[in-house]
């Protein structure tokens, strides 16, 4: 019969506890008193100061901005940056007040146009509107990082549409000039983020070409690597193999369950990004980033898309709980600042988030365990808070168990644990069990990999007197620095904003004229809609379901036969009535399917009465397989239109079926 937790018996239970350690100790007297070996891949100096950091944040601010794109293309006028309100204080403060650690700069994106004012291209701020000319974007967010106690990062696209001789060996010289520059007059930096985005379409100094290379050849990454780590000696690298840190597999911040560190050392693997690879030879751990819109430029529009504190909680659980770090991204609008939708989200999540975690309610308890290591390893360490002393095991015991026993009335719902993680992940599997005052155990979570840290979220509070961790799995004696226990506090609830400066045209009254697969004929690889003024007469809708692609409900998809290379899937929309037209968006579906992808390549069309046809662009969908973000396409001219004839070539996943969530269109 199990004791119930009455005063004198939990007095004699910590007694009981107490003998029950020295007891151990006793045993254990002949086992090793010096600290274990590590086991299997550990982590850099570099690597163990970016484990600590957790949280940070992302700043995408550049031309894109203002043409409502994701990728430029290159040929953007620098004249059309010109943030009106640019203070790099508020957007530190923003990131301060979601607990962010630290920003990360895009300092130069794909399109090339560079931040900060470089003499070695036309392509920058020094061409700009912003300051007369005079202004450093990089210098002044990296000055106010500093100011406001937080560390700074840049990210320096690989890729570079704007340069005409990119694809060359001159163009490398060029990144590795731009890098040293940034590297060696902006202060210290917590990490360098190179893109996987390198070749396709773009202005290439007037090319107006798509140019592919060999990543790995071409920049030589290690080299690059190597450049960063001589003049940023604690400056992560992000991306490619040989970095310091890895993409998680997606830019919707989950990461993998469990998320290992490790990976084989090959180059990257997206399947094997998400959760790691157990015992792998490779310390290459995840960076888990998403943007706090839908896409990561600011876009009006989105002001109602903004994610909810509660999301971005959700988004804390699934990165920095599961060992991994969390990168969010904050768009600047074209006033240079966060706008007030976003503003109010941190803020509460922030709230939410420092209230969670201010009182460890593991505080005041005994700590006793099944074995231990010796006195330096003694289960107590697992509770004094500092990071350099842990809970151990003679070697040969590799599936002990630590328990807790609390003061009365502590009731929490998040278990966070922690490994001492300059010795390896040493614990494959654990469960945590609570007992309450009928003093029975009661299993409530079991997961693998601890890691950095492991934070275990309860679906509902529990008030218990003892906590138990359990290794079920380890091929090492654990080495385990914390063990703490938190009561969450939910985010404050935050009323959606009306979006400022949307253009957006209504959908009411929008049909689907026609939805088909079209033979065309081919002229120089593709297809020609020359001569096709009369496919309105010829579109019929035999592809069911594209009004789906109307319903303003990203939850509903049009999925339809991909197109061939030699027939295109094209598609009316009847706008009810003409309008003046700037250009469409699309939306991909937010979920990565089975057997559909998102539309890779498009041509569009617009009529004002249906019979005659006016060409208004064609090109890819910049990053649409991976960010599944809206796809904003402009036109060179807006135009008056009621009808839009959107032809799409090719399915960005190369998938037997084409996906589309919504499709839209723009005022200038």
């Known amino acids: ?102 920003l990360v700069l895009t300092a130069k994106h794909h399109d090339g146009f560079c931040l900060w004012p470089t003499k070695l291209t036309e392509h920058c701020i020094r061409n700009s509107p912003y300051k007369g000319g005079k202004g450093d974007i990089v210098r002044e967010l990296g000055d106010a990082c500093r100011r406001g106690g937080i560390s700074y990062g840049l990210y320096l696209s ?58 790995p050849k071409y920049y030589n990454w290690p080299s690059i690597i190597a450049l960063v780590h001589k003049l940023q000696p604690m400056a992560c690298t992000f991306d490619p193999l040989g970095a310091d840190i890895r993409w998680v597999g997606n830019e919707d911040g989950h ?30 751990p995840a960076e888990t980033n998403t943007s706090i819109r839908p896409g990561w430029f600011y876009h009006a529009d989105e002001d109602l898309q903004v994610k909810s504190p509660q999301r971005l909680m959700q988004f804390h659980d699934e990165s920095v709980g599961r060992g991994t770090n969390m990168m969010l991204n904050l768009p600047p609008d074209r006033r240079g600042l966060i706008a007030e939708p976003d503003l109010a989200s941190l803020k509460s999540f922030g709230d939410a988030l420092r209230a969670s975690f201010r009182t460890d309610l593991a505080k005041g308890a ?56 300059a010795l390896g ?15 029975a155990w009661r299993e409530v979570a079991v997961h693998e990999c601890i890691g950095a840290q492991r934070i275990v979220r309860l679906p509902a509070p529990v008030t218990a007197r003892r906590v138990r961790l ?29 979006a400022t400066g949307n253009k957006i045209i209504a959908k009411t009254g929008w049909t689907i004229a026609g939805a088909t697969q079209h033979s065309l004929a081919m002229k120089s690889g593709k ?25 303003d409900d990203l939850a509903t998809v049009w999925t339809t036969p991909a197109p061939t290379p030699t027939s295109v899937i094209m598609l009316m929309i009847d706008m009810g009535k003409a309008e003046q037209v700037a250009g469409f968006s699309l939306t991909p579906t937010r979920q990565a399917l089975p057997d559909a992808g998102p539309p890779g390549r498009y041509r569009v069309e617009t009529s004002e ?26 036109f060179a001219k807006p135009r008056q239109a009621r009808y839009l004839m959107l032809g799409f070539t090719s399915v960005a996943t190369a998938q037997p079926k084409m996906a589309i969530a919504g499709i839209g269109a723009f005022r200038p």
């Open 1 to 102: 019969m199990t004791p119930k937790f009455t005063g004198d018996l939990n007095r004699r239970a910590l007694i009981a506890g107490t003998l029950a350690t020295a007891a151990a100790g006793r045993a254990n007297a002949t086992a090793p008193v010096g600290a274990p070996a590590p086991w299997g891949a550990t982590p850099s100096v570099r690597q163990l100061a970016w484990h600590k950091r957790e949280r940070y944040g992302f700043v995408h601010f550049t031309l894109n901005t203002w043409t409502d794109k994701e990728w430029g293309y290159g040929d953007e006028d620098p004249k059309l940056f010109d943030p009106t309100a640019f203070d790099p204080d508020q957007i530190v403060a923003a990131a301060r007040s979601a607990g962010l650690t630290g």
């Open 158 to 215: 690989p890729w570079d549409r704007n340069r005409a001789d990119y694809g060359t060996p001159a163009y490398v010289a060029y990144f590795r000039a731009q890098l040293t520059d940034l590297c060696t007059n902006y202060g210290e930096l917590f990490e360098v983020w190179f893109d996987g985005a390198n070749g396709g379409d773009g202005y290439y100094g007037g090319a107006r070409e798509a140019r592919k290379i060999d990543a």
């Open 255 to 284: 990461a993998g369950d469990p998320c290992w560190p490790t990976m084989p050392n090959h180059p990257y693997v997206q399947t094997e990004g998400n959760s790691g690879v157990r015992g792998a030879p490779l310390w290459w």
């Open 366 to 421: 005994v700590a006793s365990a099944s074995a231990v290591r010796g006195p330096r390893f003694a289960a107590a360490n697992v509770l004094d808070g500092n990071p350099d002393t842990y809970w151990s095991t003679p070697d040969a015991v590799k599936t002990p168990s630590l328990v807790l026993d609390l003061p009365p009335g502590r009731r929490f719902d998040l278990i966070r644990i922690r490994e001492a993680l």
């Open 425 to 439: 992940v040493r614990v494959t599997k654990f469960a945590i069990d609570v007992a309450e005052a009928n003093g």
């Open 470 to 498: 359990r290794i079920v799995e380890a091929p090492a004696c654990p080495a385990i620095t914390e063990l703490s226990l938190f009561l969450s506090v939910a985010p404050v609830a935050v009323v959606a904003s009306q």
């Open 527 to 551: 297809p020609d809609f020359a001569g096709e003024t009369s496919l309105a007469g010829a579109l019929k809708p035999t592809l069911p379901g594209a009004e789906a692609v109307l319903d």
């Open 609 to 634: 009465d249906g019979k005659t046809w006016t060409p208004a662009g064609e090109g890819e969908f910049g990053n649409i397989a991976y960010a599944r973000a809206t796809q904003r396409i402009t």
